[in-house]
């Protein structure tokens, strides 16, 4: 697997910020063992608080893992105790902040040793996402919320689990400024097309037309694309349906990610509150941009490393793209540095920005 020192992105192994870890209906009292960032975790609903608990998963004891047990009669009678977790072994329980805080057959101090590490998440939009940071500071910027899942005209969003792709999540962020790849990947004819970085977010606008998402003789499609920070992405569509697509990718390991899809749409027959026709109509569409999300994907899957790609005019802005993203695998102190020549708005050479009346 390609790694981040490979790609010249900076200090850290993997960057920092907020990455989905999960849906939220698929987490429960039941531990699961999940791995990001190169580390076992333990993930569980707490029976207390109805919290999402994510803990280092390895007891300090002798190293047990907290959450790939199925077999110990601690396991088999619920490990979960209020928001605690009991460890499969020894039954060492440790709280939601990681300190244990009971040794059934000891009478002595708890040591202080005895803890592991307790992460940051927060639910949104029924998905579960966690702060990352190697320098272990607290989050810069909020995870990024669709307005619109209040809305009752708008079918709740539906998440498509795609599992691991073996490529490095710079490869899966290059899509953002790729101009070039809509045409033969998608079938699309570009009208305008643009990116713009400010800070933590990188925006790509387009417009045109889509071989997958509309018809010929239908209206143009047109996308606003934002990462907001390293890994979500939440795009507002027009066309054939009011919608917004959000993909988010996690490191697993260096060089790989697990992948969710979503997508929600806005009531297909002008319902104010949606109704069952309209969630057909919605799931249908999702298929078709999940269709759309596999051309590429089936590209990441097979492509070998681009470290340093070959680039030539109408190629899209990849070198200031690789500056912003290159901020999330180095210290904050560097970040006002690593921006300064990345911020506003790029073209690409032989395209239009997004005109003033689209806007």
Same mark, same amino acid.
């Given at each position: 697997?390609?790694?981040?020192?490979?790609?010249?992105?900076?200090?850290?192994?993997?960057?920092?910020?907020?990455?989905?870890?999960?849906?939220?209906?698929?987490?429960?009292?039941?531990?699961?063992?999940?791995?990001?960032?190169?580390?076992?975790?333990?993930?569980?609903?707490?029976?207390?608080?109805?919290?999402?608990?994510?803990?280092? @998963?390895?007891?300090? %004891?002798?190293?047990?893992?907290?959450?790939?047990?199925?077999?110990?009669?601690?396991? $088999?009678?619920?490990?979960?105790?209020?928001?605690? !977790?009991?460890?499969?072994?020894?039954?060492?329980?440790?709280?939601?902040?990681?300190?244990?805080?009971?040794?059934?057959? +000891?009478?002595?101090?708890?040591?202080? @040793?005895?803890?592991?590490? &307790?992460?940051?998440?927060? *639910? /949104?939009?029924?998905?579960?996402?966690?702060?990352?940071?190697?320098?272990?500071?607290?989050?810069?910027?909020?995870?990024?919320?669709?307005?619109?899942? +209040?809305?009752?005209?708008?079918?709740?969003?539906?998440?498509?689990?795609?599992?691991?792709?073996?490529?490095?999540? =710079?490869?899966?962020?290059?899509?953002?400024?790729?101009?070039?790849?809509?045409?033969?990947? %998608?079938? +699309?004819?570009?009208?305008?097309?643009?990116?713009?970085?400010?800070? /933590?977010?990188?925006? $790509?606008?387009?417009?045109?037309? /889509?071989?997958?998402?509309?018809? &010929?003789?239908?209206?143009?499609?047109?996308?606003? #694309?934002?990462?907001?920070?390293?890994?979500?992405?939440?795009?507002?569509?027009?066309?054939?349906?009011?919608?917004?697509?959000?993909?988010? %990718?996690?490191?697993? *390991?260096?060089?790989?990610?697990?992948?969710? /899809?979503?997508?929600?749409?806005?009531?297909?027959?002008?319902?104010?509150?949606?109704?069952? $026709?309209?969630?057909?109509? #919605?799931? $249908?569409?999702?298929?078709?941009?999940?269709?759309?999300?596999?051309?590429?994907? *089936?590209?990441?899957?097979?492509?070998?490393?681009?470290?340093?790609?070959?680039?030539? =005019?109408?190629?899209?802005?990849?070198?200031?793209?690789?500056?912003?993203?290159?901020?999330?695998?180095?210290?904050?102190? =560097?970040?006002?540095?690593?921006?300064?020549?990345?911020?506003? !708005?790029?073209?690409?050479?032989?395209?239009?920005?997004?005109?003033?009346?689209?806007?």
């Amino acid at each position: 697997m390609a790694t981040a020192k490979e790609y010249g992105l900076g200090e850290f192994t993997f960057p920092r910020g907020w990455f989905m870890i999960g849906e939220s209906a698929k987490i429960s009292d039941k531990p699961q063992g999940v791995k990001f960032f190169g580390q076992e975790l333990a993930l569980y609903r707490g029976k207390q608080s109805g919290k999402v608990i994510l803990l280092d @998963a390895y007891c300090p %004891h002798m190293g047990t893992h907290l959450a790939r047990n199925s077999t110990s009669y601690v396991a $088999q009678d619920g490990s979960v105790e209020g928001d605690s !977790i009991r460890c499969p072994y020894h039954a060492w329980r440790f709280g939601p902040d990681g300190r244990c805080n009971h040794i059934p057959y +000891s009478t002595g101090p708890i040591p202080p @040793a005895a803890k592991v590490r &307790a992460w940051k998440v927060e *639910e /949104h939009m029924g998905a579960v996402f966690v702060w990352h940071d190697p320098e272990g500071g607290e989050p810069d910027y909020a995870v990024p919320v669709i307005a619109e899942m +209040s809305d009752p005209s708008w079918v709740p969003i539906a998440f498509d689990d795609l599992g691991i792709v073996n490529c490095h999540t =710079q490869e899966i962020v290059d899509n953002i400024t790729d101009v070039a790849h809509f045409g033969p990947v %998608h079938g +699309s004819i570009t009208k305008y097309f643009e990116n713009e970085f400010k800070g /933590h977010v990188a925006t $790509q606008r387009m417009g045109g037309g /889509h071989r997958t998402l509309t018809t &010929a003789d239908g209206p143009m499609l047109e996308t606003e #694309a934002v990462y907001t920070g390293p890994s979500i992405l939440i795009t507002k569509m027009t066309g054939t349906h009011d919608s917004y697509i959000f993909i988010a %990718h996690t490191p697993v *390991e260096d060089g790989s990610a697990y992948v969710w /899809h979503g997508l929600m749409v806005k009531s297909p027959t002008g319902q104010a509150k949606y109704n069952e $026709q309209d969630v057909e109509i #919605a799931r $249908q569409y999702q298929s078709m941009a999940l269709a759309a999300f596999a051309q590429d994907f *089936e590209v990441w899957k097979h492509k070998k490393p681009c470290f340093k790609g070959l680039f030539v =005019q109408g190629d899209g802005p990849f070198i200031k793209q690789r500056a912003w993203y290159r901020q999330f695998y180095n210290p904050r102190s =560097q970040r006002d540095e690593i921006l300064k020549s990345v911020d506003g !708005i790029h073209l690409a050479r032989g395209f239009e920005g997004k005109p003033a009346q689209a806007a």
